[in-house]
């Protein structure tokens, strides 16, 4: 049975949560009125949950929170408040809090919230892989990780706690920097999980306006809006049964999250013109690379979808904290491009490998990608060289100009001017897919053209 201590001075909130979770039959309870015993109680009982108010005399709910962090005691937090009051929000999601609800508690909510931190707490105490070998051979489904290329320890880590969540039908939230494999972790997930039979679609939130995203998520029915010819199903509807993968969570209008909201908590919506409810099963697996502890506190960002999204979540480290795998995934991606591309390049030279792996990559994985690619494409050589590499990653990585090949002194604006015709040689003058080599967008690039006029 779930242990669950609640801490609360007021007797007739105690005297409540004790029958009915009680009358739950799955639940230990134990109840504190005085919470200056907590801090013994805590350190002398072992609990799975604790339910937390928050406005204490003496010792504070915010006071508990801190302990058990700064103590590393392994329990699961909910918090109760009678008051909304959102930088109490933030702080108590920053000291660990699994989720956070107003008082009066509805009764349903709750009982939910604490399946969900009960199975949080128990992958998580299972999910220590301290004693086990951190090794792709040590997974039970190492295959759905076949497109992440690393050796490193703390990514072996994740996947461990990944196979473990996706085993679940919780939501997840993946945090990380912008090319760090977020989609390829959610669908590690899917391919790991129940669903895999399913569909997984993917949607970028950031990629669509707000009256287009609303269409595009939910479907619309013909005749809601100019242009709507016919009836539309959305991403959400295509995803029956299966994942969708909301990357860039963050991007999304606080009036569409309140529609996922919606779907979250009721599993059903609206298309766009449509009085009739449909219902649906999907699993929301989503990213960000913003900090949404401070989109909640400009308003930007609903904490209650928060929490719903937030009961799994992975925290990818960016490339530059990724021991070793630079120099994995420059030859990975020197094998793909060499295929891609016809190109016969057996090697990349040691002053370039060092280059990299001496550059802190604030694209991630996706910018070193970026930089093998474009420098294959223009490589004459069996070995890739430095002055194959695009220009701006040797102005960053800062390499002086004579130290390109051992050859003749050249100024960064000589290397961009050469390197921009090599580009557009090999896309025979078509200038889309040369800004995309590039990195750069196509008015950007026709500037440049001019501006060293090489038309």
């Known amino acids: 049975m779930t242990r669950i201590l609640v801490i609360d001075d007021d007797r007739a909130i105690l005297n409540f949560m004790r029958i009915f979770l009680l009358q739950a039959g799955k639940f230990a309870v134990q109840t504190l009125q005085d919470s200056t015993k907590a801090y013994d109680l805590l350190d002398s009982e072992d609990f799975d949950v604790l339910l937390l108010d928050m406005d204490m005399p003496a010792v504070t709910g ?19 408040t009678g008051v909304e009051d959102i930088d109490l929000a933030i702080n108590a999601m920053k000291l660990g809090t699994s989720d956070y609800m107003l008082k009066p508690i509805d009764e349903q909510k709750l009982m939910a919230a604490l399946d969900s931190a009960a199975d949080k707490l128990q992958l998580l105490k299972t999910g220590d892989q301290s004693d086990q070998p951190l090794s792709l051979d040590s997974l039970k489904n190492k295959e759905a990780f076949a497109e992440i290329i690393t050796q490193d320890g703390k990514m072996l880590r994740i996947f461990h706690f990944v196979e473990k969540f996706a085993m679940t039908d919780n939501s997840v939230l993946i945090w990380g920097e912008s090319g760090t494999g977020k989609e390829l972790i959610a669908r590690a997930i899917h391919h790991i999980s129940d669903r895999k039979d399913k569909k997984f679609v993917a949607v970028n939130a950031g990629a669509f306006a707000n009256e287009l995203f609303a269409s595009e998520f939910f479907g619309h029915t013909k005749g809601s ?6 009836d539309k199903k959305g991403f959400i509807e295509e995803a029956n049964g299966g994942s969708l993968f909301l990357d860039e969570i963050g991007e999304l209008s606080l009036p569409i999250q309140v529609k996922l909201l919606r779907v979250l908590q009721e599993e059903e919506f609206y298309r766009l013109g449509s009085t009739k409810n449909i219902k649906v099963d999907v699993r929301i697996i989503a990213a960000t690379n913003k900090n949404l502890f401070e989109e909640i506190k400009k308003g930007e960002f609903r904490k209650d979808l928060f929490f719903r ?3 799994n979540s992975i925290n990818l480290p960016p490339l530059k904290e990724r021991t070793g795998d630079v120099h994995l995934l420059a030859y990975h991606f020197l094998e793909k491009f060499n295929k891609k591309n016809k190109k016969k390049i057996e090697k990349i030279a040691p002053p370039v490998l060092k280059l990299l792996n001496n550059y802190t990559f604030p694209g991630n994985v996706r910018e070193l990608m970026n930089i093998i690619n474009s420098a294959i494409i223009v490589e004459s050589n069996s070995e890739l060289r430095k002055k194959s590499l695009p220009h701006y990653f040797l102005e960053k990585a800062h390499i002086s100009a004579g130290a ?52």
Do not use: C
Request: glycine share 4%.
């Open 62 to 80: 915010l006071d508990i929170l801190k302990y058990i962090k700064e103590n590393a005691i392994s329990i699961m937090t909910i918090v109760l």
């Open 225 to 230: 809006f100019t242009g709507a010819i016919a």
């Open 309 to 311: 999204l937030n009961i």
């Open 404 to 455: 390109i090949e051992g050859g003749l002194p050249q100024s960064l604006q000589e290397i961009e001017k050469e390197h921009i015709k090599k580009v557009l040689a090999h896309t025979k003058n078509n200038k889309t897919n040369a800004a995309k080599i590039l990195g750069i967008s196509r008015v950007n690039l026709i500037s440049k053209i001019k501006k060293y006029v090489l038309e």
